[in-house]
T-cell receptor, first 115, second 114 residues
Framework: AQKITQTQPGMFVQEKEAVTLDCTYD???????LFWYKQPSSGEMIFLIY??????QNATEGRYSLNFQKARKSANLVISASQLGDSAMYFC????????????FGTGTSLTVIP | DAGITQSPRHKVTETGTPVTLRCHQT?????MYWYRQDPGHGLRLIHY???????DKGEVSDGYSVSRSKTEDFLLTLESATSSQTSVYFC?????????????FGPGTRLTVL
């Protein structure tokens, strides 16, 4: 079974609008971490935001927030006030255990921001 | 930014030839990783290291070997390259000293096997 599932291969959003990128995960470990990375067309991987399995509140980092629904095993990324520079691939990832070494990545969602 | 470099950045080689990719870090971090990125698959872990001479296999380790003789260098070797190993290869590092033990990635190496 896939550890991380991203069901949206491509998404479009109007500039200045908000967009939600979906991510569901599968683990039986009560301790885990969830990450989102951005990969622009230049190719580098940029860490965006983190949510720990025991965190009571949803993580936020500037215009990025993580809608963490533990019972549904979902960790959706919300980007508010989209900018043209947000056009990129976005990857959801999970680390099992709070200090585990193996990360599992989803297949990614390509986001295009339309002016 | 984490100090991670990869060399070469681009390589074209022929089937059956050996290839070694190098990852170099200046952060003195314990954990290093090799991933491959392919369309429709995201990033998949090949091998990782948790210290000098300490390595373990990841999800897609067949056809790859690694070595880490110094903290700063993690080498990925394709003993006999095949066309299925055409991919973009990323090195990553992590440390418990990071707030979330997150991984930071190198710039990637684009490998084409003809």
């Amino acid at each position: 079974a896939q550890k991380i599932t991203q069901t949206q291969p491509g998404m479009f959003v109007q500039e200045k609008e908000a967009v939600t990128l979906d991510c569901t995960y599968d683990t039986s470990d009560p301790s885990y971490g969830l990450f989102w990375y951005k990969q622009p067309s230049s190719g580098e991987m940029i860490f965006l935001i983190y949510q720990g399995s025991y965190d009571q509140q949803n993580a936020t980092e500037g215009r990025y927030s993580l809608n963490f629904q533990k019972a549904r095993k979902s960790a959706n990324l919300v980007i508010s006030a989209s900018q043209l520079g947000d056009s990129a691939m976005y990857f959801c990832a999970m680390r099992e255990g709070l200090t585990g070494n193996q990360f599992y990545f989803g297949t990614g969602t390509s986001l295009t921001v339309i002016p | 930014d984490a100090g991670i470099t990869q060399s070469p950045r681009h390589k074209v080689t022929e089937t059956g030839t050996p290839v070694t990719l190098r990852c170099h870090q200046t952060e003195n971090h314990r954990y290093m990783y090799w991933y491959r990125q392919d369309p429709g698959h995201g990033l998949r872990l090949i091998h990782y290291s948790y210290g000098v001479k300490d390595t373990d296999k990841g999800e897609v380790s067949d056809g790859y070997s690694v070595s880490r003789s110094k903290t700063e260098d993690f080498l990925l070797t394709l003993e006999s390259a095949t066309s299925s190993q055409t991919s973009v290869y990323f090195c990553a590092i992590s440390s418990e000293s990071y707030s979330y033990n997150e991984q930071f990635f190198g710039p990637g190496t684009r490998l084409t096997v003809l």
